[in-house]
């Protein structure tokens, strides 16, 4: 006799989604991990680099490492941190792409982008990369700790641990502060010693070679990220409706940059 449990998971398989075809990690230029295999990236068509206005020291460091890692030379883990909306993100797509567009013209090297959403899967993607002649940019976004168990996985993923990531592939990772493991202050009033819990807590971020940092932008760096969006749109707009704008929002970011002039398009019966 059938265990009924037995009976239910198997319909419950027979139920679930068949796990997505592995794609070739070599055929496409961005990738999502997912199910344990990758997904191409259909349309990957980050913005143009010139557009990313303000963040020119970030956007040439950034450049600068991802070369390297596509010509195989040694390259840095990278930490993008900082306010909200301020472009790590679109920094991150915007260079990688670029990158490859640079590889296209002088075939000095091939990049692509993997972005994944769960940490669990890091081993099994790094092991699936590490074989394949290619360079990978391995994009965690808006990485954030509930526990400090986490936080200590990754830092173990990045040095020092017994399966460390491959030689081709380096992880770009994205966050809106600097330290990322949460700080527990019972925890550190429990220590005998505050420091050591202190630099626990500081010890994953260190494990990133390269930190760069993002930070809110005044009213001239607002209106000049509006100006280049408009210009490139060929949109004309009242300053003041851009500073009405994100004095609505609370914020002034390149995120709500671009917010207004998706609704200065709209008005406009126009399409972006």
Request: without cysteine.
């Amino acid at each position: 006799m059938i265990d009924p449990l037995d009976r239910i998971a198997a319909a419950l398989e027979r139920l679930s989604p068949p796990p997505p075809p592995a794609a070739d990690p070599r055929a496409h230029a961005a990738y999502v991990w997912r199910g344990g295999a990758l997904v191409p990236v259909r349309g990957f068509a980050p913005l143009p680099l010139d557009r990313l206005v303000g963040i020119d020291r970030q956007k040439a460091a950034l450049l600068a490492n991802l070369r390297r890692l596509a010509s195989g030379h040694a390259a840095q883990d990278v930490l993008l941190w900082g306010a909200r909306g301020t472009g790590k993100s679109a920094l991150v797509k915007s260079a990688v792409a670029a990158i490859q567009a640079e590889a296209g013209q002088a075939g000095s090297g091939d990049l692509a982008l993997v972005e994944v959403s769960d940490l669990t899967d890091l081993p099994m993607l790094f092991a699936t990369l590490a074989g394949v002649q290619r360079a990978f940019a391995v994009f965690v976004d808006d990485l954030g700790f509930d526990v400090p168990a986490e936080a200590r996985a990754l830092r173990s993923m990045l040095e020092g641990g017994s399966e460390p990531r491959p030689h081709n592939v380096r992880l770009l990772v994205t966050a809106n502060r600097r330290h990322l493991a949460p700080r527990d202050i019972a925890e550190q009033e429990s220590a005998i010693n505050p420091r050591d819990s202190a630099d626990d807590h500081l010890a994953l971020s260190d494990r990133f070679g390269l930190s760069l940092g993002f930070h809110a932008l005044d009213q001239d760096g607002y209106l000049s990220i509006v100006t280049g969006y408009a210009a490139a749109y060929d949109l004309a707009f009242e300053p003041a409706d851009a500073i009405g704008w994100a004095t609505r929002r609370g914020s002034r970011s390149g995120r709500v940059a671009w917010q207004f002039v998706v609704d200065l398009a709209g008005e406009a019966g126009r399409s972006l």
